[in-house]
């Protein structure tokens, strides 16, 4: 009789786990609960936090507040949290059946909903998450419907439980190894993180239902290889489903028995993502040498299958960039995460995030003060072992935010993937960055402002990629007029710092640096393009910022956009007013100077320069080039536009239809959205959500011939990409702005 019934548990689970083929035995003879608890624990500043963590209690996702954090916890941490002096209280006892309970409603609505961004991503059946089994079958979808750009799924290795870890690759070509960058996807190495997959299946559908009508999509797809690995830790995944079928499940780790009882219990499993051999077992604070600790690192280096499944992949590939897949924080993370600190391609990867994080809000996490360190991390080894491979260029996107935590609700699925679409291709594009000549990315000059007693100024430079290359970088100095002054090579002072003393020009002026490397015209960054920017119509308005600066001064120089031609105005009567007292009042010229901010002072946010052109002979649009001179005489360029009124007295009219980008953006909570028709018709401004639902009709009425803008205040909705669309007759056109709260 007992023998009869361990047959029928057996076979009981064996059929309850997907994807477990009957022959396995590898399973546990029982099945445990794992729970997890959310806990508030008190402290009298962040130091705290680091004390607890030299306990040996494991503490890394933190949301904080004034004198206490939150965070989860399973029953071994909160028995060590108890030892411990600190006072804390139990705020969520189970958090996946808290979870179960919140979703329940919206788990029913999911299954009649259809997405309709994509024809082929859809809901999986495990909370709106695909479950394993799923994922193996969207696998054979893709390939059923696109095999010319996506290979069958190919085992790569097998974890500790036999499951299959699958591969795929996008391309053009995808059956055929080309000479092309390659770059490499993952997912799931932590088994309770389903929102990272969800991305990287969404990013792989993008791309395959976008090729051939989306230009990007398709030069991406026609010179790149992409790799995709959907699930690293099928083990601890499925196990999550066998625990909580509709989500929620909160194991983290592969499914060793450490124990060797047959049970899986807390005193199991390895974290895969502590188990690489770059700083393995650095410290006890990245990872624990300790069983029961879900940052258990295990006996040695790779001694996990799954690690070395992984390795071994990236060892049979030239991949320039790796992109890993975690939940929750709403960051970017790149090495080190086992000290901290800056690699020597800091800049390169700080410019690839700040292009990558521009719409989706994250953060870069290297200057996250609540970071937590973790070493034998996977993103260390990716980049950091450079013996037996070169160096790749590794991130790590931790998905969704505080109240998504590590499984979001399903309405959150599809924003969550949408948000990381656009990282996802600007990392796409990375082996372009990391592969080009090198080019200044910082730079620093001192002083800016200078005083008849100061005869010398400096210049530090900072270069991407000097590895590749011998650098000669030449400092440039040049008038206000463009007029060469004086030139000076830099010296060499470390592996990318580049430094040069120059005299200061005896004539009093304004001036401008350019650096030039090699006689090649490398863009500098001194400028502030990502800080000040202006309007394209109505009055040019700074951006909101408050910073101090040494000194700033503008030119504009003039010419007149009439329809299809451009006419050369030799003597244009423009008057530029604003409102800050420093700015002095200027004549009118083809180039006119603006003034200067006195040295140390401030510029106050939203500072606003009315424009107004008279005396024109010639009705239409005034384009003015703007360059901004600043902090150390550097400059940045762009370019306003402005209506010229006529003989008449009367604004000139538009010409087409244009629905222009809200401003600001992103926003919280409200922002203005500005169009322009050439006719009069009835007209509409609708606002939807990510899903397509209409939140709001700002304009629904007819509009005569003019320029026009309306206010929209978010003020009730959550953060978000919300879409607002512009319907007047025939005319269609549909733009995004992005909620941060």
């Known amino acids: ?52 963590r030299e306990q040996g209690i494991v503490i890394e996702q933190v949301k904080m507040f004034e004198n206490y954090f939150e965070t989860y916890m399973d029953s071994v941490q909160i028995e060590k949290l108890k030892l411990s002096r600190y006072q804390f209280e139990i705020l969520i006892d189970d958090v996946t059946k808290d979870y179960l309970e919140r ?172 188990n690489f051999s770059y700083m393995w077992g650095y410290d006890n604070i990245g990872s624990s040498p300790n069983p029961v600790d879900w940052n258990y690192r295990g006996t040695e280096p790779f001694s996990e299958s799954e690690c070395q499944v992984l390795r071994d992949f990236i060892l049979s590939k030239n991949f320039k960039i790796v992109h890993n897949f975690h939940s929750y924080w709403n960051v970017i993370f790149t090495p080190w995460g086992y000290n901290m600190l800056q690699t020597p391609d800091s800049a390169i ?26 070493n034998g991390y996977p993103c260390d080894w990716i980049y950091g072992e450079q013996t037996i491979k070169p160096k790749i260029f590794s991130f790590l996107t931790e998905v969704g935010n505080d109240n998504d935590g590590f499984w979001p609700i399903p309405e959150r699925i599809l924003p969550l993937a949408e948000e990381n679409c656009y990282s996802n291709k600007i990392l796409a594009w990375g082996p372009g960055v990391i592969d080009q000549p090198p080019y200044i990315s910082e730079a620093e000059v001192y002083p800016s402002y200078c005083s008849p007693s100061v005869d010398s100024f400096h210049i530090n430079a900072t270069e991407l990629n000097p590895e590749n290359y011998n650098s000669v970088v030449t400092a440039y100095l040049y008038d206000i007029n463009d007029n060469l002054m004086d030139e000076f090579e830099m010296s060499e002072i470390s592996t990318n710092a580049f430094y040069a003393t ?101 510029v106050s946010n939203n500072t606003t320069f009315m424009v107004r052109a008279i005396d024109s002979l010639f009705p239409g649009y005034f384009n003015f080039k703007v360059e901004v001179l600043s902090d150390g005489w550097t400059y940045w360029t762009d370019s306003m536009q402005v209506i010229v009124t006529g003989i008449d007295g009367e604004e000139t009219l538009p010409t087409e239809f244009t629905l222009d980008q809200n401003y600001p953006n992103p926003f919280n909570p409200s922002t203005t959205i500005s169009w322009q028709s050439p006719v009069g018709s009835h007209q509409t401004i609708k606002v939807f959500d990510i899903l397509g639902n209409e939140i709001a009709t700002l304009v629904d009425e007819y509009k005569p011939a003019g320029r026009y803008e309306v206010e929209f205040n978010a003020e009730r909705l959550v953060s978000g990409i919300y879409f607002y669309q512009l319907k007047a007759g025939e005319f269609l056109q549909t733009r995004k702005m992005l909620l941060i709260k």
């Open 502 to 602: 120059c005299p200061v020009p005896q004539e009093e002026n304004f001036y401008y640096l350019l650096l030039k490397d090699e006689g090649v015209e490398i863009p500098s960054n001194f400028y502030y393009k990502q800080n000040l920017k202006f309007t394209t119509s109505g009055p040019v308005v700074l951006d909101s910022i408050t910073y101090t600066i040494q000194s700033i001064y503008y030119r504009i120089k003039t010419f007149l956009k009439n329809l299809s031609n451009t006419v050369t105005i030799p003597n244009a009567a423009v008057i530029l007013k604003c409102d800050d007292p420093w700015l002095q009042s200027i004549s009118p010229t083809t180039q006119l100077n603006l003034g200067s901010i006195a040295p140390g002072a401030t």
């Open 1 to 52: 009789m007992k023998n009869l019934v361990l047959i029928m548990l057996s076979l009981f689970f064996s059929l309850f786990l997907k994807n477990i083929p009957a022959f396995q035995q590898e399973w546990p003879d029982q099945v445990q609960y794992y729970k997890v608890s959310y806990v508030k624990i008190f402290i009298n500043d962040r130091c705290d936090i680091n004390k607890l």
């Open 349 to 374: 990867y700080n410019s690839i995030i700040t292009l990558a994080t521009q719409f989706s809000g994250y953060k870069n996490g290297n200057y996250i003060s609540d970071a937590y360190p973790c």
């Open 103 to 274: 979703t329940k409603k919206s788990r029913e609505k999911i299954k009649l909903k259809k997405i309709k961004k994509l024809a082929e991503f859809e809901y999986g059946s495990m909370g709106g998450f695909y479950t394993f089994s799923e994922v193996v079958a969207q696998l054979d979808d893709m390939r059923t419907e696109y095999p010319n750009l996506i290979t069958e799924k190919d085992s790569i290795g097998s974890s500790i439980e036999g499951r299959t870890i699958w591969a795929v690759k996008i391309s053009d070509n995808p059956d055929m190894n080309e000479n092309e960058p390659q770059v490499f996807y993952n997912s799931l190495i932590h088994a309770r993180e389903p929102a990272g997959m969800m991305s990287v299946i969404y990013f792989m559908y993008y791309l395959l239902e976008n090729y051939g009508t989306d230009p990007e999509v398709t030069y991406l797809v026609d010179n790149r290889e992409f790799y995709f690995v959907p699930v690293i830790n099928p083990d601890g995944y499925v196990y999550n489903e066998a625990i909580s079928p509709d989500g929620g499940g909160m194991w983290r780790k592969n499914l060793r028995d450490n124990d060797t009882n047959n049970i899986i219990n807390s005193y199991d499993g390895v974290d895969l993502a502590r």
